[in-house]
């Protein structure tokens, strides 16, 4: 599995890329794997302003659909519409064409609480 370490990660499995005041989030190859093949995403939180652990959207699999987190409190200015038509990029780069949202962070002092990529290899015993 990867886990690339200029990322941050989340306690659910959501990874973070932060570029000044805008993050922007995905899933962990690790969740990908164990949701299996994935069939679709649905954001529907853009231009709303979400508190971090709040659920911003679902991602369904074959079997399953489970709940996105929002990693850090802000505004989701950007839904990552190329996986409408191929959400099985989520599978197969989820730290590059599979990524879902772009968001406004409105509380950096949460950036602290993100993991390592160590620190979620632990959590997950990788």
């Known amino acids: 599995m990867n886990f ?6 989340t306690k659910d499995h959501e990874w973070v890329k932060i570029d000044g005041d805008v993050a922007t989030v995905g899933i962990t190859d690790f969740a990908q794997r164990e949701l299996g093949d994935i069939v679709y ?3 529907n939180t853009i231009g709303e302003t979400v508190e971090k652990e ?13 709940d996105l987190f929002m990693p850090l409190s802000g ?8 996986i409408d038509s ?13 990524w879902m949202i772009k968001l ?11 993991l390592t990529a160590d620190a979620y290899k632990a959590l997950i015993g990788a």
Do not use: C, Q
């Not at 709040?54 to 489970?66: L, Q, Y």
């Not at 406004?104 to 950036?111: A, F, L, P, Q």
């Open 54 to 66: 709040a659920v911003f959207g679902t991602v369904e699999a074959v079997k399953t659909v489970s």
């Open 104 to 114: 406004k962070i409105t509380n950096s002092s949460e950036v602290a609480g993100l």
């Open 41 to 43: 995403v649905d954001v």
């Open 4 to 9: 690339p370490s200029e990322l941050k990660y």
């Open 86 to 98: 191929a959400p099985e990029s989520v599978n197969s780069d989820p730290y590059g064409k599979g």
């Open 75 to 82: 505004e989701v200015l950007e839904v990552n519409k190329d």
